[in-house]
């Protein structure tokens, strides 16, 4: 059978009726994985014991006659930074080189009591820090489409993994757009829930107020799929909402004809690609054309969210990196003699330049006589951005824009200018600030063949409508 | 500039952070580039803004004011379990460097 192309549901089928098994299915795409991946970069562990033996569990209930569970022997992978059990865990960073986490994820644990097969684990840029995944403290990714460019970040191998079929649907984490950018830069779909959608637990933090987990795939269906099995409160994480999960993938049979979605004025100024502009542009009036209505809107305080948010997201992450001590677990620097030398020299070594560079800016903003003028001042702003969506969303339905000012720049391009590179998020990071739910889908290339986005932004806990719009876009 | 070489120094030491020449005389400059484009913050007034806070916007948390629970919500990790990843243990506790030269 063709597995170039296997979506979540051909997957299951083809085991349900016997055309294949989950194990052969696994061992097809470990062989795909060891002819490609060299080049490519999007693992850093493979899992096969355990994968093998769960494609076992599904062959044998497949076997029965029993009817599967809806990921049953799906060839799934999950970015570094959310933890496996007995599988070895480094969020990309040295300082967790060794780290083999003695629980899971609740979001992989979900999808392998769906059924699905978890091939192993995605590279990423350190701590999820980064917008082209050469943060990775391992080796960069590099995009499937153009190996001489990267492959967007920080989510960077759990779209090359998609975009390469070496895994049919990922997980990856989203903090200012590491799940839509490279969504965006490799030619797949990715969501980011609402916040509170998908439990944290298990996801090595990076700023806790802003970080989502979601999928990576090839179709708006499977993006539904996942989502419906990962979504949902758990009581290991205080902030996981206690609401029903919606079906998803029913959702998506609904009409989108007389839906509002607005156009904000402030995504389409300075800075965007020519190119990106015209296939976005040609987007929305594909949806216009499928009966949704176009609205022109305006979100003022947008030019304000990358400054806010790289204040709010390094505050938290100085503060949920101060863990990383040499004490309990990870890297430990041998040549210290006392125990604050032990700490210092430990993260010294441990960690990378850009996450060095986050901890210092967050410390800073939060030590004393900056406070008020950094992060009090950056949280009063995030307010305003919040109350720009809640004015918008009085009168749309969902919200879209471009997913990136351009499709996928050069390895190399941006890594000496941290401010161009933080640049690189200005359309996503908004809805991490404000906690709302956003996809990208693939809406056209550029002349050089190179994936463009389209985000659509949705109201808290409205994963439904985006979905649907997402659908109806790629059906057409 | 916003911040000086000293500024840089200390607030490593607040980080735990050593940081080699290098390293200082690189986040000097680009702390300094970052804080100017934060700058911009200023054009706003928001003397009369509230900070947001996410989990008040849902009003969706369940467990904002729950009941101490005695057990947790599940039990602790056996200590073997918990030593496996230290780098350093006497099989009961972690092992650390002399925290007081005497």
């Given amino acids: 059978m063709d597995t170039q192309s296997l979506t979540i549901d051909a997957a299951r089928s083809a085991i349900q ?339 060095k560079r986050r901890i210092m800016l967050g410390t800073y903003a939060l030590s004393a006589g900056y406070y008020d003028a950094y992060y009090l001042k950056a949280q009063k702003v995030h307010t305003l951005l919040a109350q720009d969506f809640a004015v918008a969303f009085s009168r749309v339905d969902a919200i879209v824009t471009p997913t990136s000012p351009t499709a996928a720049f050069k390895l190399g391009e941006k890594v000496d200018d941290p401010l161009a590179m933080y640049l690189a998020d200005i359309f996503t990071v908004t809805a991490n600030l404000t906690g709302i739910c956003g996809i990208s889908v693939p809406c056209g290339e550029t002349k050089e063949k190179l994936p463009i986005g389209l985000q659509i932004l949705g109201k808290h806990f409205d994963e439904a409508t985006i979905l649907k719009v997402g659908h109806a876009f790629e059906q057409n | 500039m916003k911040i000086s070489e000293k500024d840089v120094a200390y607030v490593a030491s607040l980080a735990h952070l050593e940081l080699t020449e290098g390293e200082r005389v690189r986040f000097l400059r680009d702390l300094n580039s970052i804080l100017d484009y934060v700058d911009r913050l200023g054009e706003l007034d928001t003397s009369n803004v509230q900070t947001a806070v996410v989990a008040d916007v849902q009003g969706v948390v369940p467990d904002a004011g729950r009941d101490d629970i005695l057990e947790g919500l599940r039990k602790s990790l056996p200590v073997d379990v918990a030593l496996a990843n230290a780098p350093d243990s006497d099989g009961t506790f972690f092992r650390v460097p002399k925290v007081i030269e005497r």
């Fill in chain 1, 17 to 355: 009726e016997r055309r294949t098994t989950a194990f052969a299915l696994a061992d097809d795409f470990y062989q795909r994985i060891e002819k490609q991946d060299p080049l490519i970069g999007a693992y850093l562990t493979l899992s096969k014991e355990r994968a093998l033996a769960k494609a076992a569990e599904i062959d044998a209930l497949a076997a029965s006659g029993e009817v599967l569970p809806p990921l049953a022997g799906v060839p799934v992978a999950v970015k570094d930074v959310m933890a496996t059990r007995g599988v070895r865990t480094t969020a990309g960073s040295k300082i967790l080189g060794n780290y083999i986490p003695p629980y899971d994820c609740t979001a992989v644990a979900r999808m392998e009591s769906a059924g699905a097969v978890v091939l192993g684990k995605l590279n990423c840029d350190e701590f999820a820090m980064g917008s082209s995944n050469e943060n990775s403290a391992w080796r960069p990714v590099r995009n499937p489409r153009d190996l001489s460019r990267v492959p967007g970040g920080s989510s960077g191998g759990s779209a090359a993994a998609v975009a390469a079929n070496m895994a049919v649907a990922t997980l990856g984490s989203d903090t200012g757009g590491s799940i839509r950018q490279p969504a965006s830069f490799c030619g797949v779909v990715g969501l980011m829930p609402t916040y509170g959608r998908v439990s944290r637990y298990g996801l090595i933090a990076f700023a806790s107020s802003l970080d989502r987990i979601g999928p990576l795939t090839k179709t708006v269906t499977d993006a539904a799929l996942v989502l419906r099995t990962i979504a949902g409160r758990d009581p290991m994480d205080a902030t996981s909402a206690d609401l029903p999960v919606p079906d998803y993938v029913a959702e998506l049979q609904k009409p989108v004809k007389g839906l509002r979605l607005g156009v904000p004025k402030e995504y389409f100024g300075e800075g965007l690609d020519g190119e990106v502009r015209k296939a976005v542009e040609a987007a929305i009036q594909k949806l216009a054309k499928g009966g949704c209505e176009i609205v022109p809107i305006s979100l003022p305080h947008t030019k304000y969210a990358i400054p806010a948010y790289y204040i709010v997201a390094t505050a938290e992450a100085s503060s949920n990196l101060a863990r990383f001590d040499g004490v309990r677990y990870g890297y430990r620097a041998s040549d210290a003699r006392s125990l604050s030398g032990m700490y210092r020299r430990s993260r010294d070594q441990g960690f990378g330049a850009e996450v």
